[in-house]
């Protein structure tokens, strides 16, 4: 294996291995660093399907040709929609093996800055040094577990992201923290276990999207209504789906359109699922303990309550400082606001060749950066034979590839 490159990719989820495929097409000398699909695969759900739009869930290549539709093509497997999460990695996989073969599923532990560019340290020891680093990290280190349960076994609480089989809770009582999405489904999925789940929303209702579908699905009223990546709320998603623009927006602006695009909300397919589970709402822990084989909350309103199990479907919250292969140097050197790196054009953060893709991308490009919807555009890396020292991702043009879409903050 050499020991330089020209970029270093780290991550191999849909940003990763889209960003990757275009370089690759191009012919830049590129590493790829990450498991293939592996967030996915292991820390959401079995049974779960994506909430994002078909159109939405596209990886992202130069041709445009690697669609899902290409995919049940080639393999003769067939997708349904909502797109069930296990035929989303298995996309996953087949793109990759078509269009990033030089995927190397190996575990990067440090970033740091180098005279003549970077060093990129494996968990196995090697040292690549490289001119450009894109993060495709994921979101998987940003997991949000509120202070209440600190200290509580994980057998007895867990996060979302770390309940992959929920069947193993039938005929036990859980109660599930969350108002958003990936609450929502998860105590669906409990509920068709038959566990005994309660649904603990701190918020007074529970907001729902696609209520009405052919107010997003029926031309001409969905498409003057919602952009084709269906992130945001009416109109506003227009915006949102343009990325380049939306960053030139006034920041006050950006701000408030991204909390309204990203706040916790399920989508209307789930409702029914949900009819006989006991949805709490307005109502908060404010302390939970271990009691033998159970947790003890006590609620907001007073009351107390034993249970098997509690899951913390409390979403993530972006701050690149957790990315523990970021060395403090680095970190230092980054311009962040809150833990999000200010990215110029070509998703480039204040360290001269350090790109972000996904998530942290989310204060410079906008809420769409949060989803896996076909965000980055065909130029999402605009990258030309001899690129180094110049953007390896131009810039996102109109939106194209890569990604699905669902409020991250609720997931
Ligand atoms: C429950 C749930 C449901 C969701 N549903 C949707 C949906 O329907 N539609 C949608 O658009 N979005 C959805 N999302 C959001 C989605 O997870 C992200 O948008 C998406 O995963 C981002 O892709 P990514 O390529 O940035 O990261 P990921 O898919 O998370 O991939 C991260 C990659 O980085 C690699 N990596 C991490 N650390 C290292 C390291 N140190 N060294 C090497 N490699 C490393 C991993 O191995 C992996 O390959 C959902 C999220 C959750 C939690």
Redesign the pocket.
Known sequence: MKATSDVVV???????LSAAAHLNACGVNVRV????????DR??PEG?C???PWEA?QLSDPARSLTIDAFQTATGVRVSRPIPIRRFVDYGRWFQSRAVPNVEQ????EIEKSTAGFRVVLADGEAVRCGRVII?????AFAVRPPQFAGIPRDLVSH??EQRDLTGFRGKRVVVIGGG??ALESAALLHESQADVELLVRENTVQWTWQRPWLHTFRPVGAALYAWPDVGPAFISHAVARPNLYRLLPRWLQDSWRAKSVRPNGVGWLKPRLRDVTISTGLAVLSASARGNQVELKLSDGSHELVDHVLMATG?RVDVRKYE?LSASMVSALRLIGGLPALGRGFESSVPGLHF???PAVWSYGPLM????RSLSKSVVRARRGIVGRPVANALQRPQSV????G?EG?
């Not at 780290?10 to 990763?16: D, E, M, R």
């Not at 190996?106 to 532990?109: D, E, G, N």
């Not at 949060?370 to 919807?373: C, D, G, P, S």
């Open positions: 780290v991550g191999a989820g849909p940003y990763g660093f990450g498991e293939t699909m592996a967030f996915w820390n959401m779960m994506l909430r994002s869930s190996r575990k990067v532990v495709a990290g994921g979101i998987g979302s992201s999405q990936s993530y292969f893709l996904g998530a949060r989803f896996v919807a990604a699905v879409s669902r991250q997931q």
